[in-house]
């Protein structure tokens, strides 16, 4: 089975693909950082299963940082770059941290790869790319010139980077859009995961706008699946370049999403209003044929159900 690197193996989407190859039997090895946007016990807690597997290497390391490619001297079949200071909000607070991170990171990782020889790359990218369009759903073709934050900026650029690459050097890559993940593990600055708490501690939820912003939900599991499968379609091909969406074609407004969370939890529903936030879209919304027609990528779980899965994941952590 081939050796897969993971950037950004101790994060949400990380540690769920992580266990996924391993259980596929690959050999992998992950590289993450521990970023303090979210406490380090989380992301240990994340790795706990994968490093109990024999056939899995962690890294602890920066992307940004030479030092770090410098000493790496694994030699993969393909790499699945996942490592990146995430959000929006959080973006336009610290613009050069995400372009030293989402950015220069990348370059160095994309460098470090064409001088190993490595050239299979899987990217996650963000539904955030498509910044405030009217059109819907969201196709590949579409321009994605204009980002409305920092975060959505350094997606396009990477996105941009690679197709460098690919010209420049023979990289075959794959872009994945990944539409707003939800499901175990999730990031504690989710909406789900924020939410779930502060109606478990009796606070009121704080809704931004009007509740009719939407976004296209997606179980990890379901990204994860369409990760392996493009994993899968780019170790054979030939001058491959593609960038495609992962999502769940079924957008959630913000009020239905808040209310799904309350009756998943046996609540009545307690709702503060305030203004939109900037850099918020307002809608989300998946177009999957490509992933459907490219590599078999299908959704299967609707958002209900995850919000479901992640409870429960949630309620298991509390009694370990």
């Known amino acids: 089975m081939p050796h897969i690197l993971i950037t950004g193996c101790a994060g949400f989407i990380g540690s769920h693909l992580t266990e996924k190859l391993l259980a596929e039997g690959h050999q992998v090895t992950g590289l993450d950082n521990f970023d303090p946007f979210y406490a380090r016990e989380h992301k240990e807690a994340n790795l706990q299963h994968a490093k109990q597997n024999p056939a899995f290497a962690f890294v602890e390391g920066d992307i940004a940082d030479q030092k770090t490619w410098d000493s790496l001297s694994v030699k993969p079949d393909a790499v699945i770059h996942l490592a990146a200071k995430a959000g929006v909000l959080p973006s336009l607070k610290d613009p050069s941290g995400y372009l030293r991170t989402n950015v220069s ?51 396009v650029a990477c996105e941009t980077l690679i197709r460098t690459y690919h010209e420049l050097y023979g990289l075959n890559a794959v872009n994945l859009r990944f539409f707003t993940v939800i499901g175990e593990r999730q990031r504690p600055d989710l909406a789900v995961n924020k939410f779930v708490r502060m109606i478990r501690n009796g606070e009121a939820v704080t809704m931004y706008g009007d509740g009719t912003t939407a976004r296209d939900y997606t179980y990890v599991g379901d990204i994860v699946s369409g990760i392996g ?56 919304y998946a177009n999957v044929e490509k992933a459907g027609r490219l590599f078999g990528y299908e959704p299967t779980t609707s958002f209900e159900q995850g919000v479901r899965k992640f409870v429960d994941w949630k309620d298991q952590q509390a009694k370990s």
């Open 105 to 155: 990171g990348t370059q160095l990782l994309l460098e470090w790869m064409r001088k190993a020889d490595c050239d299979r790359l899987v990217f996650g990218s963000s539904s955030s790319v498509y910044g405030n369009t009217s059109e819907t759903p969201f196709h590949e073709k579409m321009d994605v010139s204009r980002p409305i934050s920092n975060y959505a900026f350094t997606k």
């Open 229 to 284: 499968k493009a994993l899968s379609w780019i170790l054979d091909q030939d001058k491959a370049f593609e960038t495609v969406n992962l999502g769940n074609h079924s957008p959630v407004n913000l009020l239905e999403m808040i209310h799904t969370v309350y009756r998943v939890l046996g609540q009545e529903p307690n709702i503060e209003q305030l203004p939109m936030q900037k850099g918020d879209v307002q809608i989300t």
